[in-house]
């Protein structure tokens, strides 16, 4: 998730022949003869950056029905050159521009001084033809937004932008590439896609495999979830990764002095989080430790920790619900802590950010806070819109009617942001009443001439470690475990060992690594 204005610009799918990557043919443009070179955008700080637009088939299976434009940001290598990268961000929803033209990304030397690093913007968002949500759609009413959330969204995002919502596919957006790599006059590329980017690299490299050099697959998402299953996954996940998180905090106690045990983390955390809501989060505490027993049951030892652990989650239930009568209009979801954690955990180089809001050093970031930038409030805007209808334009998985329940509970009365997010889209209700126009794209390592490197962590919580093997073994990748937390092992920079293995398998299309520990982040004393 973003943590500043640049970042949050950066943060919520055509025939079955037409699939296959011997079938597919799209019209040839000359290089860079369809180019128009522009002004990068705000959020590109590197100065070798360069940025154009193309125009391409809003539907590639009926090229009547017009054009749309489709973005992009190249940065030269800076010596001499091996090879160009197409990168994705991820998302749905990832921003192209500051994935390569930005410096805090902090991609290893060796990318930009031997590729051309180039990331195409996806077609719905600012930069390319943004999709356009900014009308309500008539004839629906309270009880109908509810129930066909979905549809209305969609019909709204048609008042502004006819006939785009239904193109917003990783169909589409793959075809976008090709044209983009055509235009841009490189014969091969090589590919690094971040999250939802390991499946749209992989439908690329499937369908296009002539065109294809390297592909690096860094936190793989499993097809066969999406999208429906994808979020449920999820659920589990930043819930795992949050306690991850308690336990590093407890063992840095000596930096800052918020327990020594994952439970005593929790506690001092939803304490700060009643303080600023007048209720607590509801998310299940840690596992107890026999240091968790009060002094009085000592003797209980580890069966005293056992029966804390067993009782914890339903006794913040009754908490939640208790305060939230005694204090009318409390709300967890209204907490900048609480919602500071569930977008910070996933990358572990913001644990030092977060744990010191908890210690009271500063305070808790403000990651819904969008400014007044009108270009950063209709970034935003289209990147959560584009993101919703990818996903519900591809959702293959059926929506769990156990879960509307939940969706109910969650949304209306708890306000358990480690739950609605994914509730809302496995119970059904975030693509109620839309028909998905793609189904899931083939995924084929066969004809490539050099096999994938997959990278992936023990600790993701947004694409768990489980999920990766659908990916890896279509696409016949060669898998890195990295035993530690974290979404986008590769991305950012921060593991040493990660890099070597990246940039060694991006010069020689090798590498004998299976396995290297994860990144740990040192503890900051703030303020």
């Not at 690093?117 to 937004?145: E, H, K, W």
């Not at 768990?464 to 990295?482: C, F, G, I, K, R």
């Not at 921060?494 to 740990?520: K, S």
Request: charged letters at 15%; proline letters at 8%; a negative charge.
């Amino acid at each position: 998730m973003p943590r500043s204005t640049v970042k949050k610009i950066t943060a919520t799918l055509a025939t079955t022949a037409a699939l296959s990557p011997f079938l597919i043919s799209l019209p040839v443009a000359s290089a860079q003869e369809n180019i128009r070179w522009e002004e990068c955008p705000p959020q590109v700080n590197i100065e070798s950056a360069q940025c154009g637009s193309i125009d391409v088939p809003m539907h590639y299976s009926d090229p009547s029905l017009g054009d749309i434009s489709v973005g992009f940001i190249k940065v030269p290598a800076q010596g001499e050159k091996r090879g160009t990268i197409f990168g994705n961000a991820g998302g749905p929803g990832g921003d192209a521009y500051s994935f390569f033209g930005n410096e805090a990304m902090n991609w290893p030397a060796e990318m930009y001084q031997e590729f051309d690093l180039v990331a195409v913007q996806p077609r719905g968002m600012v930069g390319s033809t943004p999709v356009d949500c900014n009308n309500i759609a008539p004839g629906y009413d309270s009880f109908s937004i509810l129930t066909r959330e979905g549809a209305f969204v969609k019909d709204s995002c048609e008042i502004g932008t006819p006939g785009y919502t239904s193109s917003l596919t990783t169909d589409n957006t793959a075809n976008d590439w090709e044209l983009v790599r055509q235009a841009l006059g490189d014969e091969k590329i090589s590919i690094f896609g971040l999250s939802y980017g390991t499946y749209l690299g992989s439908v690329y490299a499937t369908r296009y495999p002539q065109h294809t050099d390297k592909v690096v697959l860094d936190s793989a998402m499993s097809p066969n979830l999406a999208w429906n299953g994808i979020m449920a996954s999820q659920e589990q996940g930043y819930k795992n990764s949050l306690n991850d998180f308690f336990s590093w905090v407890a063992e840095n106690n000596d930096t800052y002095g918020l327990g020594a045990t994952p439970l005593a983390v929790y506690q001092n955390w939803s304490n700060q989080i009643v303080a600023e809501t007048g209720t607590n989060p509801t998310v299940a505490p840690p596992p107890a430790q026999v240091g968790d027993v009060p002094p009085a049951f000592a003797w209980a030892g580890q069966a005293g920790a056992d029966i804390m652990t067993a009782t914890n989650p339903a006794s913040v239930q009754i908490q939640g619900l208790a305060t939230q009568l005694l204090n009318p209009g409390s709300n967890q979801s209204l907490s900048p802590l609480l919602n500071a954690s569930r977008a910070l955990i996933p990358q572990p180089t913001s644990w030092p950010v977060l744990a010191a809001a908890i210690a009271g050093q500063t305070p808790a970031p403000d990651v819904a806070e969008t400014g007044e930038d009108p270009y950063v409030i209709e970034s935003i805007n289209a990147s959560v819109n584009m993101q919703r209808m990818v996903m519900c334009n591809e959702n293959t998985v059926a929506p769990d009617p156990v879960a509307m329940a939940r969706m109910a509970w969650t949304s209306l009365v708890t306000g358990d942001i480690f739950d609605v997010y994914s509730v809302k889209y496995s119970s059904g209700q975030a693509c109620s009443g839309i028909t998905p126009s793609s189904g899931q794209q083939p995924t084929d390592g066969s004809q490539l001439e050099v096999q994938p490197l997959l990278i992936q962590g023990t600790g993701d919580p947004q694409t768990p470690y489980w999920t990766h093997t659908d990916l890896a073994n279509s696409m016949n990748a060669h898998v890195v475990t990295v035993d530690g937390p974290g979404h986008g092992q590769a991305y950012g920079g921060n593991n040493q060992a990660v890099n070597d293995i990246l940039v060694d398998y991006l010069r020689t299309g090798h590498t004998d690594a299976t396995w290297v520990e994860g990144f740990t982040p040192t503890p900051i004393v703030e303020g």
